[in-house]
């Protein structure tokens, strides 16, 4: 089946403490991206990346690191969460820049 | 300004009426452009892509894009109490970055 898989898909954690979400596409796409959704203010663009070893600021990317090593997956990380990073996140992927995204389950995170 | 603007809402309709959702764009180097459906809590699902000029119909569902006005707005016709979500405009602008509005959302009343 076609999917964008990330995990996990809720995390409570401390401030300071670093954590990794993932996300894995098996669709061969070269277009990957993150995402956070906050109330009001729709989903905003925190990395992308158009292929292997190239990757782009988004809208927001301050406190966030990404990196491509593979085409099928797309890491986020938080070196040092802070609370105002408690958001929920997706990943997406698309075949290439201006075809349609598809997007992971979600992961809800809360920094305390 | 922001690059993709919608009406929030919330929107409301009767059943079996006709939802109007507009989206308006900054970038005119913008290519492709999509509605997604998003229920509360749940990821974004794809509803209709549009990427030339005139109206695309699929279902109840028609996209029209006008580039030279920098809109692009989604009808959904006999509208349903399932159609009651958030609809967010989406595009790839010059930078080929995927950015979306904050989304409109329709209330469909039984």
């Known amino acids: 089946e076609a999917q964008v898989t990330q995990n996990p898909r809720y995390l409570i954690t401390v401030t300071g403490k670093k954590l990794t979400v993932t996300c894995s596409q098996n669709m061969n796409h070269e277009y990957m991206s993150w995402y956070r959704q906050d109330p009001g203010l729709g989903l905003r663009q925190i990395y992308y990346s158009m292929n292997v070893e190239v990757t782009d600021k988004g809208d927001v990317p301050e406190g966030y690191k990404v990196s491509r090593k593979e085409k099928r997956n797309f890491p986020l990380i938080l070196e040092s969460p802070s609370p105002n990073q408690t958001s929920l996140y997706f990943c997406?992927?698309?075949?290439?820049?201006?075809?349609?995204?598809?997007f992971g389950q979600g992961t809800r995170l809360t920094v305390v | 300004q922001k690059e993709v603007e919608q009406n929030s809402g919330p929107l409301s309709v009767p059943e079996g009426a006709i939802a109007s959702l507009n989206c308006t764009y900054s970038d005119r180097g913008s290519q492709s452009f999509f509605w997604y459906r998003q229920y509360s809590g749940k990821s974004p699902e794809l509803i209709m892509f549009?990427?030339?000029?005139g109206d695309k119909e699929d279902g109840r569902f028609t996209a029209q894009l006008n580039k030279a006005s920098q809109y692009v707005s989604l009808l959904i016709r006999d509208s349903q109490p399932s159609d009651s979500a958030t609809y967010l405009c989406?595009?790839?602008?010059?930078?080929?970055?995927?950015?979306f509005g904050s989304g409109t959302q329709l209330t469909v009343l039984p």
């Open positions: 989406a595009l790839y602008g010059s930078a080929r970055q995927l950015t």
């Open positions: 549009i990427y030339s000029n």
């Open positions: 997406a992927s698309s075949l290439t820049g201006t075809t349609e995204a598809f």
